[in-house]
């Protein structure tokens, strides 16, 4: 990390972050140390409770934290949150959308929103739509939308600004193999461009074949952060698949115990 | 049809939703950063003991307002030869309530509920489950049927006391009375669903019949108005209008409405029109025989109304216009708005979104017309206007009429719920690169299009009618804008600063929101000050007029101070938590 931010070519830093719920004794997330360098795919990992949405809702402006400092291409998510907001594209985890709103008129809301000019928002609503194979239902209310059409908007909209940074929170669950595969393209093909994308996921396929680095977080701790290559050397386990470092490192591996568990209960 | 599958699935279903708890809960999010934990408790729970002292007391002031509407009807049908039709009124006012929420219940408890999904996949009888959801908005109607027909038995009581037939009687009505409002609602809902194709509809019909209902209070409120002096004896020298216009109407009434009449006359021992106990008798069999008829069309069309409730849900009409592929050449749907407009448009969308929302707002905007037009076609508004003569001649006239417009718009919860009715949507909000103060004043503005153009159209139709001097209009109409902006921006800090965003259902934004009811203060208190400085102005010696420049001035000032004080807890809850 010291690495990434001595080079000053990071586009997302977290600061000895904390962040601790009213009522909660532990916090959700504790003193997080993390850079995210520009034109990388980031892959957020860890298991339910971890803290990897309070991460990525602190990120976005959305809450804030107890202690330490949030910075995304230069703006600080307290004190410049507008500049901030402006250059993220975000995907929440669960897609909430004005339901009466049809999927044309949210997007169109998005670009005044975010000050898209005429020409070009036709443009990109046109492609980003074609692309997810969604034009034919942009017409139609939000509330008529499956979950997977419902997530498919909300990358589309996530999108349609152009924004520096793409921030996505559990973005594959709810999408169809095909526009899960149409995602991980344009998350490639957005990081080719010089930008950044920071996304959390429980599907470990997906980080290791798209992710240039990874963060491993559990119980609000930052477990581990680089390449599966160098997760690899610190674990020492060169044929081991991320799945299995990942149930190492977050002290879920006893799969054989889980197995017997399973068949015991199912019996 | 096992009876025990049914009580299980209602038990469950309240375990599950726990209505109760929906209605007194009251998780707002909790203050920032100053109070601790303790104090925070314990000004909730004063919270919830004040709010259910002024909920208590307002039922009480409804109930008694009905209770004196039964004993004007009981005390002029007396006169008439009628004995029972206080009586009468009171099970009639109350079915029609019931069926007309009944409709617009009956299609999300029977067909949509969230549970349904789950029940109609496991393996229960649809008799069960149609039997079990009938149960459920039989409770939830009861309730209601009790708030409004209660009053009517007790003014049975003063009139003839305790007796056994009361009693019994009360208990029967109290029981059997929902019941076939309930069934009527319920064949009407099944008839929607199937003609709807299980599109939503709710809006529709619950404006429909919001209005209908406020039109059926006003008019029984109104019609014993002009009859009485008030204290519900009915004054001597308007005996033979009396006669002439409720002699044929109670006629007409009991040959019409068999049930009610049946139902009223079980609950008198003496002075009823037919015995009691053959009066409960005949009631009995009635509702027996109209349940069996409901019952028995309802379970035969109900897998397929649900079938068609389940498969449409989320289907609403498509636009009219092209699809999206023909649009993407047609430059208009892409135009951009203005970043006040696009969330002005929103806050609109947010109202249409939930059919609670849409409906509670429609009816705070439009009481003032319901109110002329009952009014009229019942004949009491041109006697108003007749009564009014000698008044209108004052120079304190404009300033009454103004003031009346002005609480009727300043008691609203637009402002005081606008943040609370975006629920998780709120946090969307959050996440958009907008200044505090543009959302903000978009729902100033919201608010100020709903409440301020329908005050200034509602004030010209009153100048236009009651002949008021159009010099006065200027100040009419400042005094209306900056004393509504000026309760909408406090009303709006309120739920800035304490917004109700994890409601489970939408009346809980609304109607349940003790925001409201803050807002509803702020307003009265508003206006108090500004009368206040109107009066000081007067007693200084100037004229009325100068005195309501004076009002406008001092509710300009407040206008601003609120506007700022909006502001300020806006910026504070659009900031990360």
């Not at chain 2, 000004?43 to 004007?72: D, E, H």
């Not at chain 2, 349904?116 to 996949?121: D, F, H, P, V």
């Not at chain 2, 003063?158 to 019994?168: A, D, R, W």
Request: one cysteine or more; proline letters at 4%; aromatic letters at 10%.
């Amino acid at each position: 990390m010291e690495q990434v931010r001595e080079s000053g070519d990071f586009a997302i830093a977290f600061d000895h972050v904390t962040k601790r719920y009213d009522g909660k004794e532990t916090p959700a997330v504790e003193d997080l140390n993390l850079a995210i360098r520009k034109g990388e795919i980031f892959g957020f990992l860890g298991p339910n409770g971890a803290g990897k949405s309070t991460t990525i809702r602190m990120l976005v402006g959305m809450l804030r934290q107890n202690s330490g400092t949030i910075t995304a291409d230069g703006f600080d998510n307290i004190v410049s949150s507008v500049g901030l907001k402006r250059c993220l594209g975000y995907v929440p985890d669960e897609p909430v959308f004005y339901e009466r709103m049809s999927g044309l008129r949210h997007i169109n809301f998005i670009c005044d929103l975010y000050g898209v000019p005429q020409r070009l928002r036709k443009e990109r609503i046109g492609k980003l739509a074609s692309l997810f194979e969604m034009t034919e239902v942009l017409d139609d209310p939000i509330s008529s939308y499956s979950h997977g059409m419902k997530q498919k908007l909300g990358v589309i909209a996530a999108l349609v600004h152009d924004p520096m940074i793409l921030v996505l929170d559990e973005p594959m669950v709810g999408l169809d193999p095909r526009s899960s595969f149409i995602l991980k393209d344009v998350m490639r093909e957005f990081c080719r461009k010089g930008r950044t994308v920071f996304f959390s996921t429980h599907v470990m396929e997906v980080a290791e074949r798209l992710c240039d680095r990874v963060g491993i977080i559990s119980k609000g701790r930052l477990l581990f952060e680089g390449t599966l290559e160098e997760l690899k050397l610190r674990k020492g386990g060169e044929d081991a698949t991320l799945e299995e470092l990942f149930l190492q490192m977050t002290g879920q591996a006893d799969v054989a115990g889980l197995a017997k568990r399973t068949e015991e209960v199912l019996e | 049809m096992s009876l025990r599958v049914v009580l299980l699935l209602v038990r469950t279903y309240y375990l599950g939703t726990r209505p109760w708890e929906q209605l007194f809960s009251r998780s707002a999010s909790r203050g920032r950063g100053v109070e601790t934990k303790h104090t925070a408790t314990t000004v909730r729970r004063i919270g919830y003991v004040l709010l259910s002292i002024l909920l208590f007391f307002s039922f009480v002031m409804v109930m008694v307002m009905f209770g004196f509407n039964y004993y004007s009807f009981q005390s002029i049908g007396r006169t008439l030869g009628y004995p029972d039709i206080g009586a009468m009124m009171a099970q009639f006012i109350g079915a029609v309530i019931v069926f007309l929420f009944s409709c617009m219940s009956a299609p999300s408890v029977l067909y949509r509920g969230k549970d349904l999904s789950l029940l109609m996949s496991v393996p229960i009888r649809r008799s069960e489950l149609l039997a079990s959801r009938m149960v459920l908005l039989y409770l939830s109607m009861a309730s209601l049927y009790f708030f409004i027909v209660f009053p009517g038995i007790v003014i049975v009581y003063f009139v003839t006391g305790i007796s056994v037939p009361l009693f019994l009687g009360a208990v029967l009505t109290l029981l059997l009375g929902p019941l076939v409002p309930v069934l009527l609602g319920s064949l009407f809902g099944m008839l929607i669903t199937r003609l709807m194709k299980g599109r939503k509809h709710k809006s529709l019909i619950e404006v429909f019949s919001i209005i209908v209902m406020m039109a059926l209070i006003i008019y029984s409120q109104s019609s014993i108005m002009r009859f009485t002096d008030g204290s519900g004896l009915f004054e001597g020298s308007a005996a033979d209008d009396l006669g002439r216009t409720y002699g044929a109407l109670f006629e007409r009434l009991h040959h019409a409405l068999p049930l009610f009449a049946c139902q009223a006359s079980m609950l008198f021992s003496v002075g009823g029109r037919l015995n009691p106990y053959l009066a409960a008798a005949a009631c009995i069999v009635m509702n027996a025989v109209l349940a069996l008829v409901a019952m028995f069309l309802l379970e035969a069309s109900y897998g397929r109304c649900v079938s068609i409730a389940l498969s449409g849900e989320g289907r609403s009409r498509r636009r009219e216009t092209a699809g999206a592929t023909e649009r993407f050449g047609d430059r208009s749907a892409y135009r951009p708005a203005s970043l006040r407009s696009t969330l002005i448009r929103k806050e609109w969308d947010v109202v249409r979104g939930t059919s609670s929302f849409f409906v509670e707002i429609i009816g705070e905007v439009c009481v003032p017309i319901i109110l002329v037009v009952v009014y009229a076609l019942s004949g009491l508004l041109g006697e108003l206007s007749e009564g009014l003569g000698a008044l209108t001649v004052s120079p304190w006239f404009p300033a009454a009429v103004s003031g009346i417009l002005l609480l009727m718009s300043s008691f609203t919860m637009i402002s005081s719920t606008s943040v609370s009715r975006e629920g998780p949507l709120f946090d969307l909000c959050r996440s958009w690169p907008i200044p505090a103060s543009v959302q903000v004043d978009a729902k100033l503005v919201f608010h100020m299009l709903l409440m301020y153009l329908s005050h200034a159209v509602y004030l010209l139709v009153a100048v236009f009618l009651l002949g008021i001097g159009f010099e006065n209009l200027p100040w009419m109409l400042a005094l209306g804008f900056f004393t509504i902006l000026g309760t909408g921006a406090l009303s709006l800090a309120v739920d800035y600063r304490r917004p109700l965003l994890d409601w489970k259902i939408p009346q809980q934004a609304m109607k349940r929101n003790f925001n409201g009811l803050i807002g509803m203060g702020i307003g009265l208190l508003y206006l108090a000050v500004v009368a206040s400085a109107v009066l000081l102005a007067y007693l200084a010696g100037l004229t009325p007029v100068a005195s309501m420049y004076v009002g406008c001035a001092a509710s300009a000032v407040g206008a601003f101070a609120s506007r700022k004080i909006a502001l300020r807890q806006g910026r504070s809850a659009y900031l990360p938590r």
